[in-house]
């Protein structure tokens, strides 16, 4: 992979904490354990969605962080319901009456329909920026094309996209084509999900246990490959062979990537999020870098001449 620098001011964190098991997985007692873990860390940026648990991750983030003006909160919506302006803005105002905030630091549309006209969501993003109600506007799950044309929108608004949420980890790359260099060319931070592939990256699948990829069919699908499971068989043998869990490899190896994404971590309880989180300390070498990079196979480039590599 070439080596790009981000110009333009990064508005997040090196690593975040997603809240998607609050309120769900993690009830309020282990969400207030996890919040405190996290704070214990280091880790300042706490990820929501209105969609997550009905509302319930977004009320209990709402509760963990109220008062506390040193943390960076980001929500998100548009995932269900029409994209129209109208809507997206009470779907926004629901989720400050849970956060209990009248502002939040970072909102993203957090899925795009195609059939839907792009105009009114980026309008709807660009007027509760203006009206104070976020400083950072995000993009999640878009296609490196439509994010473009969303800044080119935006720019008629005078704003501009500043974060994208897209999907990353070993075992699911496809960020690496378009997506991540795009971010780095238009200094757009690239906060990216699911770096432990739902959990299929901490080897407990090979082991027969069980989780989010055994209990939820979308997961099973998106993780269903056997490449990927080979690969996550094989990097818990180079986690043995590190001495480290084979999570905070694979935390530490979404870290190194020369785009510099910056990962959201998440657990369902503190005994699982700690070797997410000693990832933010694990130095991994260039040569540990490259020899799990190997377990899966890069993605072809956008103009599948791989020939010309
Ligand atoms: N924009 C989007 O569309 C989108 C999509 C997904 C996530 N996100 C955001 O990104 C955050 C992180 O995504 P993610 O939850 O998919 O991240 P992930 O790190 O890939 O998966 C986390 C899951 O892995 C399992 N796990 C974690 N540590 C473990 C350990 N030590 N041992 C065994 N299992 C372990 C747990 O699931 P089980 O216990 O159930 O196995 C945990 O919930 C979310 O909280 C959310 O904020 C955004």
Known sequence: MTQLTTHGKTPVRPFSFGTMQFGGKADEAASQALFETCLDAGITH?????????GASEEILGRLAKDRDDLYIATKVGYVGSCNKADMLAQFDICRSRLQR???????????????????????????QSRGMIRHIGLSNLAAWQVMKAQAIEAEFGTRIDVLQPMYNLVKRQAEVELLPMCADQGIAACTYSPLGGGLLTGKYAKGGSGRLTEDDRYATRYSLPVMSHAARRLTELAAEAGVHPATLAVAWVAASPFRPQPILSARSVEQVQPSLDAMSYTLTPDLYSKIAALMPAPA???DRNDDL
């Not at 939040?104 to 792009?118: K, N, Q, S």
């Open 46 to 54: 706490f990820d929501t969605a209105y969609i997550y648990n009905g």
């Open 102 to 128: 009248d502002s939040v630091d970072l909102l993203y549309l957090h899925h795009f329909d195609p059939t839907a006209d792009m105009r009114p969501i980026v309008d709807m993003l660009a007027t509760v």
């Open 301 to 303: 480039p956008a103009t």
